[in-house]
């Protein structure tokens, strides 16, 4: 992720002169690194997991803590406010979990506000999985009537005026009109009722993920005290997105104010809350992985300088307190690595590994290679294809029901399985070409994945390749020649056979699986018609898929 900033204020939030050559060394030790310098503006590069830095006030915290300007834990006073939000019945099963904080005495002019802009983007894109999981919202506080209500309206019930419009609209016209609602309306539409965010006098503050209402939502120089509201679909991911921005806001002088969450069941959830976790981890772990002799003093040092709290046990063991912000941190190893950037990494001093060793291709790579080698020497040309594709082109375009692996949150229902098969994939390709010169022979070599509940990760990963020709004719005998020549090559002579067998994929009777063995390992044939139809393809097709395991003693 890129943080665009300006020098001057990064330096003031950071609280020492420092040159630009310093504040780029600096940087590149705690893992960012600076990309662009435009007179007084910076552009940073930040580690994804890095969610606590995506603005510049949790760059400068970073860089505070490892220059030894303020170590340790960072703590944020949180006083309560005594305001509510109550949640209504009915939210469980479309965004039900809502958490606030109040920040009051926040400095706004128009670039620290276009700042508070761009940290709320980054966060709701990256950690809130471009809204999905959360969504967070900015209000002028003082317009604001509590208790603040969060519940279920229908979409033609629901009026107001959208952030950066002046005409009221209901909820189907933002859908259809709103950039916001064109581009998030899909979260929320195909509910009969929507969720919206409103006041005591029935001032309508967001509909949730979508869009703030222009009149409550639209922060100003003149804005002091801010309302924020981070709403979604799972809770931890809705706490963290609220720690991260109300740090951030604290960091340019905002007083914290929490505010008390009551849900239908009565839960009540005083949010923000910035008590750390705590994780211990044996001082031997530490020097084992990272390969120094660090004393418990060091260790100590090393991990304040990276904004822990830390402290020694009596069972050599180091207690960390882990801010509220860094969402990065899920395993021992994660505070181990941080110890290592505390220590210094260019304190660190290269040693000669122990044992010599030399690299090589991997056995599957050596069998992808050579198969490309094949292909190409029999006239093929070879394309490539992501691994992420949709439903709708492995299986409804080929009129097959095969299972596939999916993804939880895809951001495109064109990239939203993975791929169990290249045959539907190069089929594609040949679709978009059909302007090209004729015969075409085109292939494949590539990964497919495949739904196996005996693997590990429930999911088999194996090598295929696909190879198709197109023509006004085409002669299976030939591509049956070129399968064989294929295998041979790879050192299966005697070893496959091709039986008759009759497959969607192709015309009955025009059809054959390969056997390796006696086990099938692949097919090939001519397409049938009612698939071309379905890729938009007006030439005969002849194709073949092979599947390649990974056993070894498959190839000699």
């Not at 002019?109 to 508070?116: F, H, N, S, V």
Request: hydrophobic residues 35%.
């Amino acid at each position: 992720m890129i943080v665009e900033c300006r020098i001057d204020d990064l330096l003031s939030l950071i609280g020492k002169k420092l040159t630009l050559k310093q504040l780029e060394d600096t940087l590149f030790l705690v893992k960012a690194e600076v990309e662009k310098v435009d007179g007084n503006i910076i552009e940073i590069e930040v580690n994804p997991d890095r969610q606590d830095m995506l603005s510049a006030e949790g760059i400068a915290r970073a860089v505070r803590s490892f220059l030894c300007i303020e170590t340790g834990l960072k703590k944020y006073p949180v006083k309560k406010s005594g305001r509510q939000v109550i949640v209504k019945p009915g939210l469980s099963k479309i965004r039900p979990f809502i958490c606030c904080s109040i920040l009051r005495g926040v400095p706004s002019d128009d670039e620290l506000i276009k700042e508070y802009m761009h940290l709320q983007d980054a966060l709701t894109s990256t950690h809130g999985r471009n809204r999905n999981k959360a969504s967070i919202g900015l209000y002028v506080y003082n317009d604001l009537n509590f208790p603040v209500f969060y519940g279920l309206q229908k979409p033609e019930k629901i009026r107001f005026v959208p952030l950066g419009h002046e005409v009221e609209m209901d909820g189907p016209t933002i859908m259809t009109e709103h950039e916001k609602g064109i581009e998030f309306g899909s979260i929320i539409q195909r509910h009969k009722r929507w969720p919206l965010l409103f006041d005591s006098n029935n001032q309508v503050l967001s509909l949730p993920p979508i869009i703030n209402s222009n009149s409550l939502g639209r922060i100003t120089t003149e804005t002091k005290n801010i309302f924020v509201e981070v709403t979604g679909t799972h809770l931890p991911t809705v706490h963290q997105a609220l720690n991260i921005i109300t740090a951030s806001l604290a960091e340019r002088g905002g007083k914290i104010e929490s505010v008390t969450v009551v849900y239908p069941n009565g839960t009540i959830d005083e949010t923000p809350n910035f008590n750390p976790e705590v994780m211990k981890i044996p001082i031997n772990d530490i020097n084992s992985l990272i390969g120094l002799n660090m004393t418990e003093k060091q260790i100590v040092q090393a991990l304040e300088r990276m904004g822990y709290g830390a402290k020694l046990t009596q069972t050599d063991q180091v207690q960390v307190m882990i801010p509220k912000f860094r969402m990065d941190i899920l395993h021992p190893v994660d505070i181990i690595e941080d110890v290592a950037i505390g220590y210094g990494f260019d304190r660190l001093e290269p040693r000669m590994p122990q044992t010599m060793t030399t690299g090589k291709l991997n056995h599957v790579t050596r069998i992808k290679n050579k198969v490309r080698d094949l292909m190409v020497g029999m006239g093929y040309q070879e394309i490539m294809n992501y691994i992420m594709s949709s439903p709708e082109l492995l299986n409804d375009k080929m009129l097959r029901k095969r299972p596939l692996v999916t993804t939880g949150n895809p951001k495109s229902r064109n990239y939203s399985v993975l791929r169990n098969s290249l045959l539907p994939v190069v089929l594609e390709f040949a679709s978009q070409n059909q302007h090209t010169d004729y015969p075409q022979k085109i292939y494949e070599v590539g990964d497919v994945a495949i739904p196996d509940d005996t693997q590990e990760t429930c999911v088999d990963q194996v090598t295929s390749v696909c190879g198709l020709v197109t023509d006004v004719k085409v002669n299976i005998t030939n591509l049956m020649t070129e399968i064989g020549f294929l295998l041979r090559n790879l050192g299966l002579d005697e070893r496959f056979t091709f039986e008759s067998e009759d497959s969607s994929d192709f015309i009955e009777g025009r059809s054959a699986c390969i056997k390796i063995d006696g086990e099938v390992c692949g097919s090939f044939g001519e397409i049938s018609p009612m698939i071309l139809s379905n890729f938009g393809i007006g030439y005969p097709v002849i194709a073949f898929e092979l599947i390649m395991h990974r056993i070894t003693e498959w190839f000699t």
